[in-house]
């Protein structure tokens, strides 16, 4: 029998441990295939809801919300580096200088979902590629609309978006449920909407966690 299960995966695109949990989650799902199937959902979660629109130089923004000097903050970002590539994130430390505000990104996402989990979960993946890697401004309205695109999703619908206010209610209500359940740190990963795995885990700790709840053993090794 195979298990399915629904997954909440509440991050924000600006979000370097989000990029490293949602690989990591998506080679566990890999790993416990087909065993164990899942339904991946993206909710929004706003790390600096209040970043003006030219943003913040990023070590100035790090020191001062969390109280650390600037080389704790390159010594932290090494750390992450390190931590992507041993689970297959890349991040260019060397081009991403900025932090920016990600509402309009969360926006999209939101609409992404109604168009399909497939298609939510490629735009997801190119937003985070996007700043962590090729480190665009994911405020941008041509970095998101490109975006837009290399997911397969409709450009000229998602212009429209941008240029309203469309799903901005929704998504504020997401941000607020969320933030009012207790979720205050991400990425925040809820499972079949009762079990909450906090981080960018490692894969064998998202691996067990999905066998665990899906009920589903390991797979027996016989020896010959």
């Not at 298990?3 to 080679?27: N, Q, R, Y």
């Not at 706003?46 to 969390?66: C, F, S, V, W």
């Not at 920016?100 to 939510?120: V, Y």
């Amino acid at each position: 029998m195979t298990a399915h299960l629904k997954i909440d995966f509440v991050s924000d695109v600006s979000c370097p441990w989000c990029a490293i949990g949602l690989t990591s989650l998506e080679s566990a799902l890999a790993r416990v295939a087909p065993d164990v199937t899942a339904e991946l959902h993206f909710q929004p979660f706003e790390l600096n809801p209040q970043m003006a629109p030219e943003g913040e130089d990023t070590i100035e923004h790090l020191t001062r919300k969390y109280g650390i000097s600037a080389e704790q903050a390159r010594t932290n970002a090494e750390a992450i580096r390190q931590r992507g590539a041993a689970v297959g994130f890349t991040f260019g430390l060397d081009k991403r200088k900025r932090i920016w505000n990600t509402f309009d990104a969360h926006r999209l996402l939101h609409w992404a979902a109604l168009e399909g989990e497939a298609l939510q979960k490629a735009l997801k993946k190119r937003l985070l590629q996007a700043y962590f890697t090729d480190g665009d401004n994911p405020s941008d309205y041509d970095v998101l609309l490109r975006a837009v695109a290399d997911a397969g999703l409709d450009t000229a619908r998602a212009r429209a978006i941008l240029e309203s206010d469309e799903y901005a209610e929704e998504t504020r209500q997401r941000e607020r449920m969320y933030t009012e359940a207790g979720i205050h740190s991400v990425p925040a990963v809820i499972i079949n909407d009762q079990h909450l795995i906090s981080g960018g885990q490692p894969v064998e700790v998202f691996e067990r966690a999905l066998r665990q709840i899906a009920g589903a053993a390991a797979p027996q090794t016989q020896s010959a």
